[in-house]
DNA sequence: GGTACAAATGATAGCGCTAGCATAAATCAG
DNA sequence: CTGATTTATGCTAGCGCTATCATTTGTACC
């Protein structure tokens, strides 16, 4: 027998304290902690006692370094998620905390091989046991695949399935598209125009398809120009569709942000705001309600989207089944900036 | 009940496979990666050669687990910080990620008693190193005590010095609300108005104290209408302030959501900004750019407070010594939403 | 050559958990 | 009554690192 050295206790009650005080082992809290069901109900009931009454919280370090697992979920965002950040964060911790595990934020550029090397690097440091990966980086090149090679669990937000990625909640952007074109259509618009977003975005090219097939089928003319989601090219987007003889008299904007753009480009030229034209966004951002007029958007539930896309992660990364299919509902939410077609 | 069952063992290589490699005990490999001096440097470039070789990186939980700390930082925010939570994110993660930290977000409520509860919670789960707090949050009364009594380290961001916190990054928004008030005097304003943020904040009433002390200096008068930092105050605060039969030609709403609210008010009376009135926010959040007319503001570097707040907090979990006292320089940024005073 | 001291490196005990295997007690089949 | 099962619980070897202490080797000085 040799003398053990007294070590600094830090303060936390551990597992053996737990174990000292309920009068059993280790391995029958542990049994608890991991919810086995093989544990009698009486001693499990004075385990959980010990627990209460000494506060005690497994370490999170310790049952990562035994289990392999680090009980963390890395976010991987872009600043064009800005504005809907904070509702995406708020379902994806609303959902993980009660399952025990954190969430870790990772801002990454969207450039195709610096996006790849962030992420993958990412990954190795912080040994985060899956991610969730918002779009427009979601849809990086090559990203899915060098994620899958690495055999990190993931799963995506998309406007359009991903191969590579197993787990994406997709939303039906095409027939939102649609829903925005009925939406004018209803409203006795027949000149419809569109500020497109980039080209190279699942996303953009989805909205654009619907809205175009469902405003020719309704009989209305579409004008284009092209967008690449930020304010200033809504503000040019718009300009060039105002700039035009028959100019047309609702104007569906990719994004928020650049439906912000087009109002601005309407203001400018002294076009009011619904009664000249209508305006309708998407996305269903922070912004809409702060603008003037209010933004009639597309209400895309991002909190929710988020937290069903974590939920696949998790059951990914446990190994569970998969939960029930997630049906993203994207609906127009009629605001002001839209009223009936004006008589020119 | 079930158990989730651990994972089976990874490739990853360990520290002991590198001390294999470069023919040294892992002790010495541990030195290197610790970047102790007393290693020959000749060692130490084989030690390093392996480790590029097998692409090592240190299990951040093992290193955890024997040092006692996480590693982990966490970012308490709530929706207030919306829109300005994107910049405080990159800011933070650009700051920690270097120094090998990683970022857990926590969003919390703002109620004196949940947030307490919510917050001492969330650092007993996650075993984070610190905290960095942003406001309206840090400014929770008790907050500040009760993490003290944890003996959890914590940098907040705040508008006036919080006793209890000893890091915590200031901006001087008293001088800056001086600042709004020149900024209109300079314009000819003499007739201003203030919708003001919740009467129990610091960074409100030290903006209002600012602008009202200026504007009096200046010859000007000041009404005042409450507000709560939202959006509907706003519009509220406004209709009271440009009912008045003298209304004021120049507004300052104590942040940007609300001045998005003046702008809504103003456009629903006519009111042709800045023609007729001159509106000023606070924060320089992404929106001022997106309003028409685009909002002056006071722009407040979020990214570079949350990365000073990282880096502060960084050094009390570590012991270093203090980083250079942080000035936040608050400045008006004019847009288009001021203009010179009207006539009458 | 011997002593003192500094520099470089190694052996190993934890850190607080999980989980494989062992054991003890209770129940059951024949 | 005995061996076979089942149920409840304990013992302990890791998980991949850090850091204490010991050991070895090199160097300076008298």
Redesign the pocket.
Known sequence: MQE??A?PR?G?P???DVAAAAG?????V??V??KSP???AE?RARIEAAIAALNFR??AR??A????RSFLIGLIHNDRNALVLDSIQRGVVALTAPRGYEVIVHPTPLEAEAAIRDVLGFVERSRVDGLVILPPVSGVPGLAEALAEAQVPVAALSAVPIAGFADVIVSEERAAGAQVARHLLDLGHRRLGIVNGPADTASAMERRAGFIEEAMRGGASVAEAPGDYDFASGVAGAEQLLAQANRPTGIFAANDIMAAGVLKAAATRGIAVPAGLSVVGFDGSLVTRMLSPALTSVLRPFGDMAAAAAERLIARIEGGEAPQPFDVELRVVAAESTGPAPDF
Chains 1, 2 share one sequence.
Do not use: H
């Open positions: 053990i050295p070590r830090e936390d551990t597992i053996e059993v082992s280790i391995r029958t542990s049994r902690l991991n093989k544990v009698n001693t497994p370490s310790a049952r370094l035994a289990m392999r």
